[in-house]
T-cell receptor, first 111, second 110 residues
Framework: KAGVTQTPRYLIKTRGQQVTLSCSPISGHRSVSWYQQTPGQGLQFLFE???????NKGNFPGRFSGRQFSNSRSEMNVSTLELGDSALYLCASYESTDTQYFGPGTRLTVL | QKEVEQNSGPLSVPEGAIASLNCTYSDRGSQSFFWYRQYSGKSPELIMF????GDKEDGRFTAQLNKASQYVSLLIRDSQPSDSATYLC??????????FGRGTSLIVHP
């Protein structure tokens, strides 16, 4: 099976802009989680989706949002970008078992 | 607040030695335990998972779980320079999202 794919791999944006990141899970996986990873904070959970429903949400401001489509693909959106949003954004997919498999990530740089 | 603690390192070992990475967790109800390897600039890659007390071996890797003491460890035998990476421990209870440690940096020097 193909692994988790994320697009784009790299993004450079300026403060105040918005960005949309995409994640395609492993075929057959219906659950997707998003994480933000920074050197200072480690892996921080953003949200979890299962069958188009947000099942869990981390402690991030409302500027961070996400959704999942009927084909299990997921997107996350960050509006009004801040410098502190620069990070590696990771998507993980999993099925009924709880083992999460990560995609390659999207490296976002906010200038 | 569920916590997963790892020594940030770096842990430096010579090539061919055994590297021992440790992780402690606070939630006694945790049921699933995972080790991920993350190379610099890359995403985490699953190495092993363990659910039951005791040892689980996979090639050069052995995961050890002690629920009574609330720790899980990863042993890497015959360490190679290619094992140099950050190792993340993750702990999960039921359907809750996993809690990740901040990782231990491992350096294997020739």
């Amino acid at each position: 099976k193909a692994g988790v794919t994320q697009t784009p791999r790299y993004l450079i944006k300026t403060r105040g802009q918005q960005v949309t990141l995409s994640c395609s899970p492993i075929s057959g996986h219906r659950s997707v989680s998003w994480y933000q990873q920074t050197p200072g904070q480690g892996l921080q959970f953003l949200f979890e989706y299962f069958s188009e429903t947000q099942r869990n949400k981390g402690n991030f401001p409302g500027r961070f949002s996400g959704r999942q489509f009927s084909n299990s693909r997921s997107e996350m959106n960050v509006s009004t970008l801040e410098l502190g949003d620069s990070a590696l954004y990771l998507c993980a997919s999993y099925e009924s078992t709880d083992t999460q498999y990560f995609g390659p990530g999207t490296r976002l740089t906010v200038l | 607040q569920k916590e997963v603690e790892q020594n940030s390192g770096p842990l430096s070992v010579p090539e061919g030695a055994i590297a021992s990475l440790n992780c402690t967790y606070s939630d006694r109800g945790s049921q699933s335990f995972f080790w991920y390897r993350q190379y610099s600039g890359k995403s985490p890659e699953l190495i092993m998972f363990i659910y039951s007390n005791g040892d689980k071996e996979d090639g050069r890797f052995t995961a050890q779980l002690n629920k009574a003491s609330q720790y899980v460890s990863l042993l890497i035998r015959d360490s190679q320079p290619s094992d140099s990476a950050t190792y993340l421990c993750a702990v999960k209870r039921g359907s809750y999202i996993p809690t990740f440690g901040r990782g231990t940096s491992l350096i294997v020097h020739p």
